[in-house]
């Protein structure tokens, strides 16, 4: 058991230190390996170290030298963050994890080089989006389908609800990357799918720098007429000096985005949402947020 999350970190990272043939790190979200390094480094000088280690590191590769590996995702929201744990970690291999879900698994990582190919030999496949339904091999590189389940356990045509984009072949076999999910928020009618949220989060992150997590969420504290609206949070170690013109920044990157939907620019122009709004918050608010998302993800 662990009395603090100070404490799950130190005796953690202490464990990973003294395993020196580490060679292979998988984690979920690529954020967990960001905290996970933020709390190395400040750590760093009181941790209990082999003498083997370095008294300093720049990256990872420099600390676990046969860590030939990470495994994590890498597509939608958690793109952004893959440059990031690049540069934390060095010279070491990131591997995308493909789509999987409880229901079944839909691709698996093949190639260093290449997008996931889809587990044909696990389930039958198929996939829909405007133009129709569509057998494997009937995709089309460029398109993106929302993917349909036929399982052996007996799940017939189940509309997953995730959204991926074909990217190639190999052998024949398409390769994929998980785009979003065929979801949308829906305050009053603007019908923000998870497809936008993410773009409009990317554009943020063009324009924010030394930030530790970035969310988009709507916030409607009740009937009050024209309260409701969108929030960006940005996690950071320490309030920018320039707080106000990278709020602004983030706003404007992002709410162009928001924009291309006419339902939500509608929204704004008749009071019925707010413009949206940037709050800066501390890399312990982000630990809590991801328990409690974790948390409900396990209820569900």
Wanted: charged share 25%; glycine share 6%.
């Amino acid at each position: 058991s662990f009395r603090s999350p100070e404490d799950f970190f130190r005796k953690t990272l202490e464990q990973l230190i003294a395993a020196k043939t580490l060679s292979m790190v998988s984690v979920w979200s690529p954020t967990f390996l960001i905290s996970l390094d933020a709390r190395l480094r400040e750590m760093w000088a009181d941790l209990k170290k082999p003498s083997s280690v370095p008294a300093r590191f720049e990256t990872w590769d420099e600390i676990w030298p046969n860590l030939r590996m990470i495994s994590m995702w890498t597509d939608a929201s958690a793109a952004a963050f893959v440059p990031q744990v690049r540069s934390i970690t060095g010279n070491i291999p990131v591997q995308g994890k493909g789509l999987l879900a409880t229901e079944g698994i839909t691709s698996i990582p093949i190639l260093h080089d290449m997008d996931p190919v889809i587990a044909y030999r696990s389930h039958f496949f198929e996939f829909r989006n405007e133009r129709g339904i569509f057998r494997l091999d009937e995709l089309q590189a460029g398109e993106s389908y929302e993917v349909i389940l036929t399982t052996g356990g007996g799940l017939v045509r189940y509309a997953t609800g995730d959204i991926v984009t074909v990217t190639g072949f190999m052998r024949r076999v398409p390769t994929i990357r998980f785009k979003a999910r065929n979801e949308f928020s829906d305050l009053v009618g603007e019908k923000i799918s998870e497809e936008a949220g993410l773009a409009a989060i990317h554009r943020a992150l063009k324009v924010c720098h030394g930030i530790c997590g970035i969310f988009l969420r709507h916030a409607d504290p009740g009937a009050k007429m024209g309260a409701a609206g969108y929030e960006l949070l940005l996690f950071v170690e320490s309030v920018p000096e320039n707080a106000p013109s990278v709020a602004s920044a983030a706003t404007q990157a992002a709410t162009e985005i928001l924009e291309q939907n006419p339902y939500y620019t509608l929204a704004i122009q008749t009071g019925q949402l707010r413009n949206l709004r940037v709050r800066f918050l501390g890399r312990d608010a982000l630990e809590k947020m991801q328990k409690k998302l974790a948390a409900q993800a396990k209820r569900e």
